[in-house]
């Protein structure tokens, strides 16, 4: 049954602050809405953070042709909701997520055909995956709606390449999908792992050690060199490393109040190739098992090839050589906002701390993309033009936007 235009406002604000606490999404990735009527739903904003939204920002939209009204702009997403809505008159909740698991099976494009008996009271026997197409566009919501239309008892579907649309009868049941499809994944991705690698038991250290030895790319190192964190302020960066703080001169590279480390030098020459503010020193296991590689990464997830760059090169940092490497991180961070650094884990760079979490968030999520789905044997990639596109939408408009807030 519909809600109240009130309540629905309210529970879309409340689900937009939840699902940001379950780590289902970050910043404003994803999108709420709720059914008011047959003919229309509220749905979140496009562009502003899910933190400090209020129902006054809730948009009403037309289920029949996405027109809505006020001067406020809905979610870029609000075709997908409308075909949720149109497809399933009992649906009055359906929240649109980034989350990692099942975006991370997403990309193998395959159907989860047959959900495992814990999961099947909540998603049914099956979870489809609908095919990709580039994120905000008219063809993903005819990809979604077709995948929604051939499918038409799923309630949980993924999208490739992106995330998933949990489509509820009520506010608890679209929450309950996008835990059971979370969970439902992280099973499928220990099941594959034990099928592929002939293991008897899982561990997420064990599914590393895989990856890497299947790569012919040794063995996780046994301790990493703390690259440091900074923040600049005009000619000056202020570099941590371990308990040590000291404030660097760009131009110089000398430490002002003590010894600059050399690291020093990598912070140095990344402030001199991009006009960042921030630098964070990231080393997760999955991000510092992608860079034992020596691989570069092209973007499996749309989010990435949005905030981190269209690919991320991986670069050594060896102590007798510091100058020369240093160099060699600056000019590859260059129109990008991360740099893998070989056994080292990874730098991003941004300018806001929303950039730095979001940055962080997306590492993380698209490094244990390329170690899960390389057990699959079905790596698919964004493709090169999409990736470009998605990139320069989101440092043209998107990223200014959200930061205003």
């Known amino acids: 049954m519909a809600y109240e235009i009130e309540e629905a406002k309210r529970l879309v604000v409340e689900a937009g602050k939840k699902l940001i606490e379950m780590g289902l999404i970050a910043r404003t990735w994803g999108n709420v809405s709720a059914r008011i009527s047959d003919d229309q739903f509220v749905i979140t904003p496009s562009g502003r953070a899910y933190e400090d939204l209020t129902p006054e920002e809730i948009v009403v939209v037309n289920i029949e ?37 099942a975006t991370i099976v997403s990309i193998t494009g395959m159907n989860i055909t047959n959900v495992y008996d814990e999961f099947r009271d909540v998603l049914g026997d099956e979870v489809p995956v609908a095919d990709y197409a580039m994120s905000t566009t008219e063809s993903l919501r005819k990809k979604v709606e077709m995948c929604i239309m051939m499918n038409p008892s799923a309630r949980a579907i993924m999208l490739m390449h992106h995330g998933t649309l949990c489509m509820g009868d009520d506010y608890d049941h679209a929450f309950a999908l996008a835990d059971s499809l979370e969970k439902c994944c992280e099973k499928v991705i220990k099941d594959n792992y034990l099928r592929h690698s002939w293991a008897k038991t899982y561990s997420d250290d064990d599914k590393r050690a895989y990856f890497l030895n299947k790569l012919g790319a040794g063995k996780m190192p046994e301790s990493i060199a703390d690259l440091g964190s900074s923040v600049r ?152 033009i999409e990736c470009f596109l998605m990139r320069t939408v989101y440092l043209m408009k998107y990223s200014k936007q959200i930061d205003k807030k």
């Open 65 to 101: 042709d996405c027109s809505y009204e006020g001067d406020i702009k809905p979610s870029s997403e609000k075709g997908v909701h409308a075909a949720a809505y149109r497809h399933h008159p009992t649906v009055d909740f359906v929240i649109h997520t980034h989350q990692k698991a």
């Open 233 to 384: 302020s005009g000619n000056i960066f202020t570099l941590t490393v371990g308990d040590t703080s000291v404030d660097v001169d760009i131009e110089t590279g000398l430490g002002i109040n003590g010894i600059a480390p050399k690291v020093a030098k990598i912070h140095k020459a990344i402030y001199q190739a991009e006009d960042y503010t921030m630098i964070k020193h990231l080393s997760t296991p999955d991000i510092v098992a992608v860079s034992c590689t020596g691989d570069g990464m092209v973007p499996m997830i749309d989010d990435f090839a949005q905030i981190v760059g269209t690919d991320v090169k991986n670069c050594p940092w060896i102590d007798g050589d510091t100058d020369d490497c240093a160099a060699e991180i600056g000019k590859a961070i260059e129109d990008r906002n991360a740099v893998l650094i070989q056994g080292c884990g990874a730098l991003v760079c941004g300018n806001t701390d929303g950039d730095m979490q979001a940055l962080e968030i997306i590492m993380d999520k698209g490094c244990e993309a390329v170690v899960d789905v390389s057990i699959f044997n079905r790596a698919h990639y964004v493709p090169k």
